[in-house]
Structures are given as structure tokens and as C-alpha cells.
């Protein structure tokens, strides 16, 4: 199992571009989430996912949008790049109802100029 | 689900224990314990979870309060690969439509 798997690693942006952040997993998890982590901020979550079909706002979802048209996939959009989005996004999936153990993917690392 | 406190910093010698304190002052009847911690910038790890009961793996133990508003998490031999954020959160389990949310945790470090 390749477990969960994020693309790109690392990507700059100019303000106003949009951007998609990949997520992947293969461990027919049904529960997947994105966080973003800044300096002293610890992660906040941003979206998440109970299963194909279905998708909620965490704690700051505004300039994002998401969609979950698979168990596997939970693709992260950026529509208009701001510099406060520069950060570093997680994404993290578990088993049924967001349960046990969360896996985390290794991170994207995104600048916005 | 309910808030933790945590110290924002806690030191440790190596080979010592280290013993992480979390409050969890409102948490509800149903609601577990998690540990994780995040090494660097890597993604967040898994380390133990519990919900009344102590509970020991291969990586720590996890102290909870009779009362279950207090828990520490016990590295029983910190090592400096141990230097991390530690985050605890604590949560409803098999509750459909919930996420875990996490603070800003306590950075432990491990020195020789």
C-alpha cells in the first residue's frame, strides 16, 4: 500500500492563478480531510470528507472548494490564489466516520507570490 | 468536540522518561483521547488513543484521570528521534460527520 499520497510536494503560485492539490489513498478509507499548517498555528482543518459524495467545511474553508467523487480521491482547489494562502497542506484519510487512527499524507508545500 | 491545553514547551534528557500533560477539562462521556505527534514537517503520526482505561503500545502510555479531565502521554525512554510536536486531542469515535481538530501542541524536546 502506498498509503496516502499527496502531489504536487512543492508549487509556487502567482496571486489570482487557481491550482488543484492532489490527494490519493489506497486503503478504501472512507473518511479524508485536508489541513494546513502554518508557523505557531499547529493544523487547522479545512474540508473533510465521510465518504463518496460527501463533503463539509472545517474550521477555515473559505478560498478552497473540494469534491469527492471517489472513495480514493479527494482533490484539493485553490480558485484564486491569495498570499495568505502560502502554506503547508496535509491531507489525511481514516477509516469509516473519521474513527481510530488518521493517516497523513507527506505534505504540500505552496507558495503564493 | 471538547478543547485540550497543553504546555507549549517541555524539555527531556535522553533516556529519561518524558511525560506529556494534557487538559481536557469538558470532555464528554464518549469522547477518546488521541495522541499524535509531527517530527519536522512531515505529516502528523499516530501514537495511542483511550478512552477511560490506560493504554500502553510499543511507542508510549497514556495516563487518563479518574475523572478523564487530564491525560499524559509517556515516552518511557525519550530518544532524540522523540523531538517532536506532540498534539492531543480528544474526540467522539464511529461518529459519522465529526474531524479531529487539532491545537497547537507541545514541542518536546529530547537532548543528549
Known amino acids: 500500500n502506498a498509503g496516502v499520497t499527496q502531489t504536487p510536494k512543492f508549487q509556487v503560485l502567482k496571486t489570482g492563478q487557481s491550482m488543484t492539490l492532489q490527494c490519493a489513498q489506497d486503503m478504501n478509507h472512507e473518511y479524508m480531510s485536508w489541513y494546513r499548517q502554518d508557523p505557531g498555528m499547529g493544523l487547522r482543518l479545512i474540508h473533510y470528507s465521510v465518504g463518496a459524495g460527501i463533503t463539509d467545511q472545517g474550521e477555515v474553508p473559505n478560498g478552497y472548494n473540494v469534491s469527492r467523487s471517489t472513495t480514493e480521491d479527494f482533490p484539493l482547489r485553490l480558485l484564486s490564489a491569495a498570499p495568505s494562502q502560502t502554506s503547508v497542506y496535509f491531507c489525511?484519510?481514516?477509516?469509516?466516520?473519521?474513527?481510530?487512527?488518521?493517516?497523513f499524507g507527506e505534505g504540500s508545500r505552496l507558495t503564493v507570490l | 468536540d471538547a478543547k485540550t491545553t497543553q504546555p507549549p514547551s517541555m524539555d527531556c534528557a535522553e533516556g529519561r522518561a518524558a511525560n506529556l500533560p494534557c487538559n481536557h477539562s469538558?470532555?464528554?462521556?464518549?469522547?477518546?483521547v488521541y495522541w499524535y505527534r509531527q517530527i519536522h514537517s512531515q505529516g502528523p503520526q499516530y501514537i495511542i488513543h483511550g478512552l477511560k482505561n490506560n493504554e500502553t503500545n510499543e511507542m508510549a502510555s497514556l495516563i487518563i484521570t479518574e475523572d478523564r479531565k487530564s491525560s499524559t502521554l509517556i515516552l518511557p525512554h525519550a530518544t532524540l528521534r522523540d523531538t517532536a510536536v506532540y498534539y492531543c486531542?480528544?474526540?467522539?469515535?464511529?461518529?459519522?460527520?465529526?474531524?479531529?481538530?487539532f491545537g497547537k501542541g507541545t514541542t518536546l524536546s529530547v537532548s543528549s
Open positions: 489525511a484519510s481514516s477509516r469509516s466516520g473519521g474513527a481510530g487512527e488518521l493517516f
Open positions: 469538558t470532555i464528554s462521556g464518549n469522547e477518546y
Open positions: 486531542i480528544v474526540r467522539v469515535a464511529n461518529q459519522a460527520g465529526t474531524a479531529l481538530i
